[in-house]
C-alpha cells in the first residue's frame, strides 16, 4: 500500500523566504510527527499531531516554525523567513495509535531536503 | 544531559562477526523502547522494538535493563547488508518518541 509521502523531495530557498513542506501519511493513522535530520546528527523532533487534540509544538526551534494538519490528514510545515541553519532533511512520520494497538511504529516518508542558500 | 544517548561509533565489524551496542535513557519513567535502522540519506525505519524480556529477531537480538537505563542491540553473524546507524528510540509518557543521535555500523568483507 502507499506509504508516506512527502513534496517536494528537494527544495533550494534563498535566507529570508518562506517555504512550505507538506506530508500525507498513511490513510488511517491518527499520529503525524514531523522531524529534523541535520547532516551527521539524530532526528530532532518538532512537532507531533494526534487526532483532534491539540498539537505538541515543544519541539519547534523557534516561531519561525508552524504546521498545520487539515482534515487529520495531510499536514503542512512552514518555516518564515527561512535561515541557513534552517538546512536539513524534514521528515515526516506517521503511525495508527489506538487503545487496540501497542505499537507505536512510525513510518517515515522519504523526506524533503531542504537548503537555504 | 541528552535523554537518549548513543556512541556515535562507528562500529568496524568483520563480516561474520558479532557486535553489540548499547543506548542510555536519562527518564526513569520510559515505557516503550526500540531500535530503529536508517541506511544512508534514506529514512529510519523499525527494525524490532525491544520487550522487558529481551526479545530475538532472527539475528538480532535486543534486551532492556531498567535497573542501570539502558538498551542493547547485538548483531551475530553480521552481513555487508548490516551497515547502517541504528537509532535508539525511547517513548516516556505521552506518545513523543525521542531518538538518539545514532550508532554507526560498518561491516567490512
Known amino acids: 500500500g502507499a506509504g508516506v509521502s512527502q513534496s517536494p523531495s528537494n527544495k533550494v530557498t534563498e535566507k529570508g523566504k518562506d517555504v512550505e513542506l507538506r506530508c500525507d501519511p498513511i490513510?488511517?493513522?491518527?499520529?503525524l510527527y514531523w522531524y529534523r535530520q541535520s547532516l551527521g546528527q539524530g532526528l530532532e523532533f518538532l512537532i507531533y499531531?494526534?487526532?483532534?487534540?491539540?498539537?505538541?509544538k515543544s519541539g519547534l526551534p523557534s516561531d519561525r516554525f508552524s504546521a498545520e494538519r487539515t482534515g487529520g490528514s495531510v499536514s503542512t510545515l512552514t518555516i518564515q523567513r527561512t535561515q541557513q541553519e534552517d538546512s536539513a532533511v524534514y521528515l515526516c512520520?506517521?503511525?495508527?495509535?489506538?487503545?487496540?494497538?501497542?505499537?507505536?511504529?512510525?513510518?517515515f516518508g522519504p523526506g524533503t531536503r531542504l537548503t537555504v542558500t | 544531559r541528552k535523554e537518549v544517548e548513543q556512541d556515535p561509533g562507528p562500529f568496524n565489524v568483520p563480516e561474520g562477526a558479532t557486535v553489540a551496542f548499547n543506548c542510555t535513557y536519562s527518564?526513569?519513567?520510559?515505557?516503550?523502547f526500540f531500535w530503529y535502522r536508517q541506511d544512508c540519506r534514506k529514512e529510519p525505519k523499525l527494525l524490532m522494538s525491544?520487550?522487558?524480556s529481551g526479545n530475538e529477531d532472527g539475528r538480532f537480538t535486543a534486551q532492556l535493563n531498567r535497573a542501570s537505563q539502558y538498551i542493547s542491540l547485538l548483531i551475530r553473524d553480521s552481513k555487508l547488508s548490516d551497515s547502517a546507524t541504528y537509532l535508539c528510540?525511547?517513548?516516556?509518557?505521552?506518545?513523543?518518541?525521542?531518538f538518539g543521535g545514532g550508532t554507526r555500523v560498518l561491516v567490512k568483507p
Open positions: 512520520a506517521s503511525s495508527l495509535m489506538g487503545l487496540a494497538t501497542l505499537s507505536y511504529e512510525q513510518y
Open positions: 490513510s488511517g493513522h491518527t499520529a
Open positions: 499531531f494526534q487526532g483532534n487534540s491539540a498539537p505538541d
Open positions: 527518564n526513569s519513567a520510559s515505557q516503550s
Open positions: 525491544v520487550y522487558s
Open positions: 528510540v525511547v517513548k516516556a509518557a505521552g506518545n513523543k518518541l525521542t
